[in-house]
């Protein structure tokens, strides 16, 4: 039997996927409690967070890691391509504390993260197995955990993709992607609505929406309309149906809007799959399962309304091994999930990778996964997939297959995973509209300790090193808030520039904007490259008020910051810069003052005179002690904002 492994191990697993398959389920018990947003953290550059954009995003790599604190469980070669990207950013996260109430788990925010969730008073105590014998209650696990979420800084992950294209894989063509989102009368996502996609008379994709209502298209996966120039999208659902004619040259985010309010079952169906590894390295992963099973369910059963829960299991090893897989169904009784559980043993493996591709063919097509609900599986794996040459069945199609059933396939690599088990798990997730989860043992905060930095990012949604737990709730919180009529509020993403002593005002400044230019460009949802053509937008003052004169020392710093956005910009390799000697000639035949260039249309309209096939925008305002600078970045032909982001520049570090 000759098998073509797609790496060797790295090391040997941390022992962590297990605390990510009760995160990820006692998430699932919490997600329907309310969302309190969550306080800002503070700090320096080193996490990428979530920049504001009009649509989904066209290229990328994996969500920024901070450049201080241990590194998460990467591989050389991934950890390599962070340090260079990293290269000028500094990393000191501050997050303030908080305590929270999430259905019978008490999560205190701490400095570096969120600690682990411990049982309430009524789940205090060892729980009982269906035996009768003690199962012990979760500890703090001492956890830590990044996401990458490469759906949402698309233009990253495409970057991580080319970088390391020689890495063994499989190959799913995301280079260019059109997301289309489904809404119903009142603007809310449709979930689970039938999705076609069409060219030259021919279906070339079909699938369901996902909970935020979006599908997307991947033009380069079309080989029997590798040509088409547009496409036709039909979509149908209770809440109406909608079809799209769109042009494949044209805007990357579209919403198709039905006719009628989106309807959602009660209970709404929740089904929730572990795919486990159960080699010989992964026992402990399991009997942290078998022991938390219980209070899972203690607080699924607590939810009001409570939703239709059902548990299913798919084990893998490899050929040779006692089993190949080993599928146990959906079901909502606890108990025979429990006694499951207690016959699973880790065991066997030693080869390196694992079948995972004959686990995902078991887990897409061997599960009876509900119609009209949130399908979610977890993947919990330390090692990287075999490739199997008469395997029949592929990691690829199991991802083509799970977005047609709107399944979410999130993948968690433990400690010890190679890039080559990345790079697989990445592909995945992000095909799937799920995310890729990292794990490393609980080590210090963000940069704790240290000097302080001028720049500092302060992270939103998109990445984070809070504790395991904390991540995944966030996730499953954010999955389940799409079906109701609260979705989660989260803290904006913005850079802060601040004087120190020792670094002259212009070096800050270039810091900031350099930041602040690569984090528009990670979440570009337009693929960018060193040819594409930027042009730079004077930074615009807000138009004065009617009948007030404009204030000139807010004028003469948004000169100034334009500049230095245009220094930063002109020194990055993310583009090509073009010049903009006829700019004041081009503003005087198309009647524009400075103020309309913030403006997306009516900067697009300079940008194409200028022959710049994508531009930076900007407008400065002064708030109490701060400049607060927004930039955009927009794409001429179609005036679409590609991704946004927000600065605050300390007043010392103005004119």
């Not at 701490?110 to 789940?123: H, N, T, V, W």
């Not at 493996?349 to 009209?372: F, Y």
């Not at 490739?387 to 083509?400: K, L, M, P, V």
Request: aromatic letters at 6%; hydrophobic letters at 40%.
């Amino acid at each position: 039997m000759e098998a073509r492994a797609f790496s060797r191990r790295g090391t040997s697993s941390l022992r962590l996927a297990a605390a990510a398959v009760l995160a990820l389920a006692a998430a699932l018990a919490l997600a329907a409690c309310a969302a309190a947003p969550r306080p800002a953290a503070t700090g320096a550059v080193g996490a990428s967070g979530g920049a504001a954009s009009s649509g989904p995003a066209l290229g990328g790599e994996t969500a920024a890691k901070p450049a201080e604190p241990p590194a998460p469980a990467l591989s050389p070669a991934t950890a390599d391509l962070k340090r260079s990207e990293e290269a000028t950013r500094g990393a000191d996260k501050t997050a303030a504390s908080k305590d929270d109430e999430f259905g019978g788990f008490a999560l205190r925010e701490e400095k570096g993260g969120l600690a682990a969730a411990a049982p309430s008073s009524a789940l205090e105590g060892a729980s009982r197995g269906s035996g009768g014998e003690a199962r012990t209650a979760p500890s703090q696990s001492g956890l830590k955990a990044g996401f990458s979420d490469d759906n949402e800084q698309y233009g990253l992950f495409v970057k991580f993709l080319d970088e390391f294209k020689e890495t063994p894989h499989r190959e799913l063509d995301v280079r260019e992607r059109i997301v289309v989102k489904a809404l119903d009368a009142k603007d809310r996502p449709v979930a689970n609505a039938e999705v076609l996609v069409k060219a030259g008379g021919r279906t070339l994709a079909r699938g369901r929406t996902y909970s935020d209502g979006s599908f997307s298209l991947y033009p380069r996966e079309y080989a029997a309309a590798a040509d088409a120039a547009a496409y036709r999208v039909e979509i149908s659902s209770p809440a109406g149906k909608a079809v799209l004619d769109l042009s494949r040259a044209g805007q990357r985010s579209v919403a198709a809007r039905l006719e009628a309010e989106r309807k959602i079952p009660a209970p709404l169906p929740v089904d929730v799959l572990f795919v486990m590894d159960t080699t010989g390295s992964m026992g402990e992963e399991i009997e942290r399962l078998r022991a938390t099973i219980e209070i899972i369910h203690t607080n699924l059963s607590a939810l009001k309304p409570r939703p239709a829960v059902r548990f299913g299991l798919v084990l893998y090893k490899d050929r040779e091994d006692e089993y190949l897989t080993e599928v146990h169904p959906f079901t909502a009784d606890l108990e025979a999930f429990q006694k499951v559980l207690d016959g699973v043993t880790a065991g066997g493996g030693g080869d390196t990778p694992e079948d995972l591709e004959s686990a995902l063919r078991d887990a897409v097509r061997g599960m009876a996964w509900n119609k009209d609900g949130l399908r979610l599986a977890f993947v919990v794996t330390d090692a990287p997939p075999q490739a199997y040459e008469d395997s029949g069945y592929t990691y690829a199609q199991a991802a083509r297959e799970a977005k047609e059933k709107g399944v979410k396939l999130f993948t968690i690599g433990t400690g010890g995973l190679p890039l080559e088990g990345e790079y697989v798990l990445r592909q995945v997730a992000q095909y799937t509209q799920a995310k890729y989860i990292f794990l490393t043992y609980g080590e210090g905060g963000e940069a704790e300790g240290g000097k302080e930095g001028s720049v500092s990012h302060h992270t939103g949604t998109n990445f984070t090193t809070d504790k395991l737990e904390a991540v995944v709730i966030r996730f499953v919180k954010d999955e389940l808030s799409r079906f109701s009529e609260k979705p989660l509020a989260y803290d904006e993403s913005f850079y802060e520039a601040n004087k120190i002593a020792d670094e002259s005002r212009e070096d800050t400044l270039g810091k900031l904007f350099a930041e602040a230019l690569r984090n528009l460009a990670d979440y570009s949802t337009y693929r960018l490259g060193p040819e594409t053509r930027l042009a730079v937008m004077p930074v615009a003052p807000p138009p004065a008020s009617e009948g007030a004169a404009p204030d000139p020392a807010l004028a003469a710093n948004a000169e100034y910051f334009g500049a230095q956005l245009g220094a930063a910009a002109a020194a990055s390799k993310l583009w090509t810069v073009v010049e903009r000697k006829d700019l004041q000639a081009i503003l005087k035949e198309l009647e524009l003052q400075l103020s309309g260039l913030a403006d997306e249309d009516s900067a697009a309209k300079v940008g194409k005179l200028l022959g710049a096939e994508i531009l930076v925008s900007g407008s400065v305002y002064r708030k109490g002690d701060r400049y607060e600078l927004f930039l955009k970045l927009v794409r001429v032909e179609t005036a679409e904002v590609l991704a946004a982001t927000k600065a605050k520049i300390d007043l010392k570090l103005g004119l």
